[in-house]
């Protein structure tokens, strides 16, 4: 516990330094996400809860904290919630797609040993639970992604009010190929450092490539990569269009004001 305590004030302390009251925001908004996965997964356990609607509803509040909290209510933060908002709703029912077609739902054979004194008949669709764990794994990259976009096009159209709707889109998707390859490798890498005892455990058991590729905590933890992946190269291009139609129609207003 007081490593936890540590650790948290060391960060807190550095945030602030850093970021000063932006910094001090982001970290209080970490424990408002905390707070916030913790009674989304307590109402999930509730058979009479749809997972898919209560993972929506979540990811409405994370988005508006981490946009609207840590960086206030403007122009760049709400193009940057609606793209996100519209990139959940079509990721979401693809994944629910791909979540029944691979199977990956419920509980692989490494994690059934823990487990095998429990019942595992628990009224929950397993299939929407692993939709709505893949969302929330995918969320944090998705605004991340969409306000380090809206935020450049921002300044871009504030120094060059002339800018046609087109360059300012292109301007938008250029900043996003910069953003898409460290993006993909952060939750590539992401991965690899959280299942490294695992992947090491499959090697010493002797694990045969096509065993762990069809292993199903593996293929779970892989869909959700890919996901994300797709999530954010979504993302992109939603963001920029977002963004450059809101800005010209801002501008547009500001001028028959």
């Known amino acids: 516990m007081n490593i936890l305590v540590w650790l948290s004030m060391i960060l807190l302390v550095l945030m602030v330094a850093i970021g000063g009251q932006k910094g001090a925001r982001s970290f209080i908004a970490l424990f408002f996400n905390f707070v916030i996965l913790i009674v989304t997964i307590m109402f999930m356990v509730d058979p009479n809860v749809n997972p898919i609607i209560l993972t929506l509803i979540a990811t409405t509040i994370l988005s508006c904290i981490n ?37 990956i739902q419920g509980f692989s054979e490494e994690e059934i040993e823990e487990i095998k004194g429990f019942s595992v008949y628990l009224g929950v669709d397993f299939v929407k639970v692993a939709a709505s764990v893949i969302i929330m794994s995918t969320i944090g990259a998705i605004t991340d992604t969409s306000i380090s976009i809206s935020s450049p096009m921002r300044e871009i159209y504030r ?77 992109i291009p939603i963001t920029s269009w977002v963004t450059a139609l809101v800005l010209m129609k801002a501008g547009a207003k500001e001028e028959e004001e």
């Not at 292109?170 to 190929?177: A, D, E, F, R, V």
């Not at 090697?203 to 096509?210: A, H, K, Q, R, V």
């Open 67 to 103: 946009l609207f909290y840590i960086n206030d209510i403007n122009i760049k933060t709400k193009t940057a919630f609606i793209s996100t908002m519209s990139t959940i709703v079509l990721l979401l029912m693809f994944i629910i797609l791909i979540t029944e077609s691979a199977m």
């Open 159 to 235: 120094h060059n009010p002339n800018i046609s709707r087109r360059e300012l889109y292109l301007s938008g998707i250029s900043i996003g190929k910069d953003i898409l390859g460290t993006s993909a490798n952060t939750l590539f890498f992401a991965f690899f450092g959280g299942y490294m005892a695992l992947l090491i455990w499959f090697i010493d058991l002797d694990y045969t490539f096509g065993e762990i590729i069809n292993s199903k905590i593996f293929s779970a933890e892989m869909i959700t990569i890919l996901s994300a992946g797709i999530g954010v190269a979504l993302i």
